[in-house]
């Protein structure tokens, strides 16, 4: 409900609706079908957390565009700033311009006061791979720790690194030097244990995973404050902390990929404000634009120092554009203090799924922080076993009810809660009660 007490998401067809179902047999024959599965809807227009598509149905969004929007929808400021520099300048390659002075000035600004340089990219794979290429660079040596059900992109480094088979399939063998552990997915943990006694059974796995595997030539972890892709898995309170201080042990460098989990989407600016982490690379993107192909690295200069001119480069990153919405979008965090509301939201609806959770056979689990929350569904809470065809109806059901959601996990099973931080109550309360009666439906 709105403000006024009014419903927002109306969908008055069957879905797709005429107008949309031309778009998708139009594009069907045009591009080729490799992405991934969506509510059959054609948008035309959004606002905040409001979605219209070209039949004029209205719904309301969980997905941020994939965790991007942090923003919201077309936020008139972000528009203006975009469109004054497209009108200006649009790209002039590494050539300098006083726009990404700014963003660069600004993007450091926000960062932990040890993360002193940036450099801007255009997609989280590219900060992803270059923070690799860093960590090989500044040690000498190119054994990369990373963890099982990692996302880091589908680039060749990118996906050697990550732990989805997805990236990976049928494209081996991955460049060596990738050493993958487990990450502690809790809900589904292999020794059966349970994080507030286990001790951090997997730390002792981790150890002997490396031990096993490692040539001697170790440079450096990369890790998701939470898995994205694999489930909005998050790990116990202080395995980070745990993790950063083993890699220090062991004279690696530490690089946390928070492509998805910065500006604000867990309810402080960066996820690693939560443990106090201090690494020494760090890859944003997604939210630093929010709907802008914009990222980039942050990094301690003397880690990112290893690079010398002409060693990193992208053609799009740092134009003109997209450092005029990297400023924007920090001003409008800042200044409407989306982190904040991206918490209080946050605890509200995780409250209310936990609910919903006690009551529905099929969710076996909900976990998050801030406005990325993780609704995973089982055919069976006594045997765990993954739902992903129900997933996939889930995310049909929503939609006709005027709720668009998306499915992650490495069973494709987990629904993703992570609308836009700007989120009202009004807004939450009826997305919540839509995503209750579509459950009801299956």
Known sequence: MSASGTTIAKVTTPLPGPKSKALFDRWEKAEAQCAGYQAQVAWDHAKGVVVTDVDGNVFLDWTSGVLVTN??????????????????????????????????????????????RCFFLSTGAET???????????????????????????TAAAAAAGGLVGPKKQYGPTIPGAIRAPFPYCYRCPFNAKPDSCGMLCFDLLDDTVRANTTGSLAGVIVEPYQGA?????????????????ARAGGMLFTLDEVQSSFGRTGKFFAMEWEGLTPDLVCIGKGIGSGAPASAIVARSEVIGALARGEMSSTLGGNPLASA???????????????DNALRMGEMMLARLKEIQERCPYVGD????????????????ATKEPAPDLTRKLID??????????????????????????????????????????????
Not at 230 to 246: D, H, K, N, V, Y
Not at 366 to 381: A, M, N, Q, T
Request: proline content about 5%; some cysteine; glycine content about 8%.
């Open 325 to 339: 919405a990297v400023s924007a979008v920090i001003e409008i965090m800042l200044k409407e203090k989306l982190a």
């Open 128 to 154: 992803t791979e270059g923070a690799l290429r860093i960590m090989k660079r500044k040690t000498g040596n190119y054994e990369i720790v990373s963890f099982h059900g990692a996302f880091h992109g589908r």
């Open 230 to 246: 694999a489930g909005f898995i998050f790990p116990p309170e202080g395995w980070l902390t745990r993790l950063e201080a083993w």
């Open 366 to 381: 909900v976990r998050g922080k801030g406005l990325v929350i993780g609704v995973e569904l089982v055919k069976d809470k």
């Open 71 to 116: 923003v919201g929808h077309c936020h008139p400021e972000l528009v203006r700033a975009i469109q004054e520099a497209a009108a200006r300048l649009l790209n002039n390659y590494e050539c300098l311009n006083e726009p990404r002075v700014i963003a660069a000035e600004k993007l450091v600004s926000v960062t932990p006061p040890h993360l002193d």
């Open 397 to 442: 059901v929503a939609a006709q009810h005027g709720l668009l959601i998306g499915s992650v996990g490495i069973f494709g099973n987990v629904v993703r809660v992570a609308p836009p931080l700007v989120i009202s109550e009004a807004e939450a309360m009826e997305s919540l009660e839509l995503f209750a009666r579509a459950l009801g439906e299956l």
